[in-house]
């Protein structure tokens, strides 16, 4: 789930350039910035590089009680659905006098996610049928927070931009009981 998300946002970002700046490669990479040796990633030099920086459960919406209806007023227990947060990271790692063309990139890609706050994936495009939809929110670091990111990273500042990407999850887990309807009561009943 979390693979196909980050390159379907690859995906529809680097179309998104090649539509507004008349591209004939693809600008956006899902990679590593850092090896974990500590060696520089192949291939993202003068790319725009989209990256996880963590995964945590959308806690707000965890008091879900995994019970609903079914066809003839019967009752479906299941686990309740998972909710996701993925804080990903664009930054742009362009050298030299393409640096200015990277900032151009990344001011393409804030001016996406506030136009296109939510996102509804087609089950079409590879997506799995239980995501729902997908919403962007701009996260705001302070420079502690970043020097903090970017140390743990291994890599040197460069022009980046963080979102908080809340996942829907649809409930499409097995059902573990089923609880029949009430169909009637027994009136003679006696002590």
Same mark, same amino acid.
Not at 14 to 42: I, W, Y
Not at 115 to 140: D, Y
């Given at each position: 789930?979390?693979?196909? #998300?980050?390159?379907? *946002?690859? /995906?529809? *970002?680097?179309?998104?350039?090649?539509?507004?700046?008349?591209?004939? &490669?693809?600008?956006?990479?899902?990679?590593? *910035?850092? &090896?974990?040796?500590?060696?520089?990633?192949?291939?993202?030099?003068? $790319?725009?590089?989209?990256?996880?920086?963590?995964? /945590?459960?959308?806690?707000?919406?965890?008091?879900?009680?995994?019970?609903?209806?079914?066809?003839?007023?019967?009752?479906?227990?299941?686990?309740?659905?998972?909710?996701?947060?993925?804080?990903?990271?664009?930054?742009?790692?362009?050298?030299?006098?393409?640096?200015?063309?990277?900032?151009?990139?990344?001011?393409?890609?804030?001016?996406?996610?506030?136009?296109?706050?939510?996102?509804?994936?087609?089950?079409?495009?590879?997506?799995? $049928?239980?995501? &729902?939809?997908?919403?962007?929110?701009?996260? $705001?670091?302070?420079? =502690?927070?970043?020097?903090?990111?970017?140390?743990?990273?291994?890599?040197?500042?460069?022009?980046?931009?963080?979102?908080?990407?809340?996942?829907?999850?649809? =409930?499409?887990?097995?059902?573990? $009981?089923?609880?029949?309807?009430?169909?009637?009561?027994?009136?003679?009943? #006696?002590?």
């Amino acid at each position: 789930m979390i693979d196909i #998300t980050l390159t379907y *946002l690859r /995906d529809l *970002l680097n179309q998104h350039l090649k539509n507004n700046f008349a591209l004939t &490669e693809n600008k956006v990479v899902l990679s590593n *910035l850092v &090896e974990n040796d500590g060696s520089s990633s192949r291939d993202v030099e003068d $790319k725009v590089v989209l990256f996880l920086i963590q995964l /945590d459960e959308e806690t707000s919406l965890k008091n879900s009680t995994g019970r609903g209806g079914m066809t003839g007023g019967a009752f479906a227990e299941r686990n309740p659905p998972l909710f996701l947060n993925l804080h990903i990271f664009f930054c742009t790692n362009f050298k030299g006098q393409n640096y200015v063309e990277g900032l151009n990139y990344l001011s393409a890609i804030i001016r996406y996610f506030q136009q296109n706050r939510i996102l509804v994936p087609s089950a079409s495009l590879g997506f799995s $049928k239980s995501i &729902e939809k997908l919403s962007f929110e701009l996260c $705001k670091l302070d420079y =502690d927070q970043m020097s903090n990111i970017w140390s743990s990273i291994g890599a040197k500042l460069l022009p980046s931009v963080m979102y908080k990407v809340g996942i829907v999850v649809m =409930d499409d887990s097995p059902i573990k $009981k089923v609880t029949p309807a009430i169909s009637g009561t027994d009136e003679n009943v #006696t002590n």
